[in-house]
């Protein structure tokens, strides 16, 4: 971004980054009610599309309430074109079949546990107790699937080679979630946000040491695809926007 942003333009954009990624993967858990595997997963995955939805709010909320133009946390999610989005390019793939999600969810829970419990300390009291609150959230979401990686990862001979391909699927997306620019910089140097850079070497160690339990290799490294932070999404977002934001859009007066 060409510039340099002032520290509540930075701040109102650092807390967009957060609540879309929140509220992107929480729209697409949502779409697995009615068509998991299981009624006790069914239930699983719409509580962990709950609790990022509920981050999302306030997230969305605050910054909001600091960018002081009349736009609440539902104007945000709801009333914002694609390009405005600034999520990570991960959390809008699609779902693909239930070892794709629980690998995408393993690998995204994992860094935004390690995110927000770095920003628990955050000099923005409000994004702390954000933060705080949510860690608690995103250490379970975390735990949880990585107890399905293994368990898939280490099962059938089918069961394996769908998280084998989850995994590989998502794996181009991760530089994107420790990429540091200018914003993250600012809100670093500022206290607000973390660095997220330097929490890749926490995250490598987790994730061995789930994916050897499962017996599978890391991934090879592949080319980093990035833009998600600056609005350049993958045709995915759209479609999926289309669909969350039809009810909001066509009844824009409507109170729920």
């Not at 330097?198 to 833009?227: K, M, W, Y």
């Amino acid at each position: 971004m060409a510039g340099a942003l002032a520290t509540t333009d930075a701040h109102i954009e650092y807390l967009l980054r957060l609540g879309d990624d929140a509220l992107v993967l929480g729209q697409r858990l949502g779409e697995w009610c009615g068509h998991a595997p299981a009624l006790e997963v069914d239930l699983s995955l719409a509580n962990l599309g709950l609790d990022l939805i509920g981050q999302a709010t306030l997230l969305l909320g605050r910054a909001g309430d600091l960018e002081e133009a009349g736009r609440d946390a539902d104007r945000l999610a709801f009333h914002r074109d694609v390009l405005d989005f600034r999520n990570c390019l991960m959390v809008e793939q699609p779902n693909g079949d239930f070892a794709r999600t629980m690998a995408r969810q393993f690998l995204f829970s994992t860094h935004q546990n390690l995110i927000y419990s770095a920003l628990a300390t955050s000099a923005d009291p409000e994004l702390a107790a954000i933060a705080a609150k949510a860690a608690k959230e995103t250490e379970y979401h975390a735990g949880l699937s990585a107890e399905w990686v293994i368990r898939l990862g280490d099962g059938t001979d089918e069961s394996r080679i769908r998280m084998i391909d989850g995994l590989d699927w998502h794996w181009r997306f991760v530089d994107e979630l420790f990429t540091m620019d200018a914003i993250d910089i600012e809100m670093r140097d500022s206290g607000i946000g973390v660095d997220r850079a330097a929490l890749r070497p926490a995250f490598d160690e987790i994730v061995s040491q789930t994916l050897s339990e499962a017996t599978i290799d890391t991934p090879a490294q592949r080319r980093p695809i990035t833009g998600g932070r600056t609005g350049r999404h993958s045709e995915h977002l759209g479609h999926m926007l289309a669909t969350m934001q039809h009810l909001p859009r066509s009844y824009p007066d409507a109170r729920w």
